[in-house]
């Protein structure tokens, strides 16, 4: 798995780049610091927290010295409700507000979509029909239990981070948006869920955005989704960040950009042809290169083909 901030001979320098609107970061796990020096360093308009942030101290205040710099928001993860701290430092923080669970918000020009939490089969497994799930929502889940198996009056703590499909539900039906940030992963993971891509695809996003699993993944340059998918989707590792828009060319990145070339040379047989791994790019595909290393030598390579060289 690559980073996926731009860098090596591709990337432009530092004060050529515009800052990013928007920093999506992998689960923190108590340590804020990778946030905190990407803020003060890349001056985003906003960030969002992948979910597992458990903050040793409330949200607001391990954050304090970057909340001049840019606005917070937040999903939450599984962990996130390991522990009575763990709960309290982000729902009892200032941002308890700025949690996008369940919810469209615009954040820096975009209309972004949060599902935190993850899928638990005791209250509903996502490979079964939606209405065989155990509660429907945590309303429900409450109503069965006695005062004293209460925690906080509420459901258990722990399913404080459980997706209900109520919570699904009403997400899926606030509307279009162009990002949606889940913890979940979608199908294409291993360990992913066809629920999350059909969220994705109903919401009518451009671009999703996950966490939970520790690896960064760039589903399309590694050949997890194709061109295809009507979605860019990328997970994030813990520590590890990614910024929105890319620091790419072309109003559709360099994927778009070289597909609209390989068009012009293969025709319909374009997609083909980025999707095949190539000796000369070290036997990597064209669009897996292009996505990791910059476009320059798929052009090139399209160009030579274009006008009689062999490649
Ligand atoms: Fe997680």
């Known amino acids: 798995m690559k980073p996926l901030t731009p860098s090596g001979p591709h990337a432009r320098p530092e004060h050529e780049q515009a800052a990013p609107k928007l920093m999506f970061f992998g689960d923190p796990h108590g340590d804020l610091e990778p ?10 308009e906003a960030i969002i927290l992948l979910g597992d942030i458990q903050a040793r101290r409330p949200l607001h205040v391990e954050l304090g010295s970057i909340l001049e710099l840019t606005e917070v928001w937040f999903i939450h993860g599984n962990h996130d409700t390991d ?3 763990d709960y309290d430092n982000l729902w009892g923080s200032e941002f308890a507000t700025h949690n996008l669970h369940g919810r469209i918000v615009e954040i820096a020009g975009y209309k972004v979509a949060g ?6 089969s005791k209250i509903w497994d996502p490979r079964r029909p939606i209405e065989e799930a155990a509660f429907q929502s945590s309303d429900a889940m409450r109503r069965t239990m006695k005062r004293e198996e209460r925690w906080r009056d509420g459901i258990s703590r722990k399913h404080r981070s459980s997706i209900f499909p109520a919570d699904y539900q009403q997400l899926l039906r606030s509307g279009s948006s162009d990002i949606l940030v889940t913890h979940e992963a979608p199908a294409a993971h291993p360990h ?5 891509d059909e969220l994705a695809e109903e ?3 451009q671009l999703l955005v996950h966490g939970h ?18 979605f860019r989707a990328f997970g994030v590792d813990m520590g ?5 828009p890319r620091n790419e060319p072309g109003p559709g990145g360099p994927l778009q950009d070289v597909l609209d070339r390989a068009t012009q040379v293969f025709g319909a ?3 083909a042809w980025l999707d095949k791994p190539h000796e000369q790019l070290d036997g990597q595909t064209p669009a897996a290169f292009a996505a990791e290393s910059g476009t320059d030598k798929v052009r090139s390579m399209l160009n030579a083909i274009q006008h009689g060289g062999i490649v």
Not at 115 to 120: E, K, S, T, V
Not at 192 to 196: D, L, M, P, R
């Open 115 to 120: 599902l935190g939490g993850i899928f638990r």
């Open 203 to 205: 919401l009518g996003i």
């Open 83 to 85: 522990s009575d701290a």
């Open 240 to 244: 590890s960040h990614l910024a929105w």
């Open 213 to 230: 699993h520790h690896q960064n993944i760039d589903y399309l340059g590694e050949g997890l989704m194709t061109a295809a998918t009507p």
């Open 269 to 271: 047989a374009a997609q």
């Open 35 to 44: 946030v905190i020096a990407a803020v003060e360093r890349f001056r985003p």
């Open 192 to 196: 992913g869920w066809h629920v999350i």
